[in-house]
Nanobody, 116 residues
Framework: QVQLVESGGGLVQAGGSLRLSCAAS????????MAWYRQAPGKQRELVAI???????NYADSVKGRFTISRDNAKNTVYLQMNSLKPEDTAVYFC??????????WGQGTQVTVSS
């Protein structure tokens, strides 16, 4: 069982920055692929960024060049640095962990609101 707790969401003006954090417990963190997803009202949940156990990263086209995912295995934490935020980035952001055995775990989500 993996527990994930997100933090760092909030209200920011367009062009601003936020850093989301996701603290994990209950598994060998360094073995998990970690990711951030988001879900805007009336839309499906979408993948924002992913980081593998080898620190390979991948991003949705809509956030490339603006968002950076990183992980600190010593702190069992994954981060999402979000710069140059746009109103269309407004959503609930969810942390995801996938274990080497293929199990998926989700955090409770943190709201990010970008005002124009």
């Amino acid at each position: 069982q993996v527990q994930l707790v997100e933090s760092g969401g909030g209200l920011v003006q367009a062009g601003g920055s936020l850093r989301l954090s996701c603290a994990a417990s209950g598994s060998i963190f360094r073995l998990n692929t970690m990711a951030w997803y988001r879900q805007a009202p009336g839309k499906q949940r979408e993948l924002v960024a992913i980081i593998t156990i080898g620190d390979t990263t991948n991003y949705a086209d809509s956030v490339k060049g603006r968002f950076t995912i990183s992980r600190d295995n010593a702190k069992n934490t994954v981060y999402l640095q979000m710069n140059s935020l746009k109103p269309e980035d407004t959503a609930v952001y969810f942390c995801n962990a996938r274990t080497p055995w293929g199990n998926d775990y989700w955090g409770q989500g943190t709201q990010v609101t970008v005002s124009s």
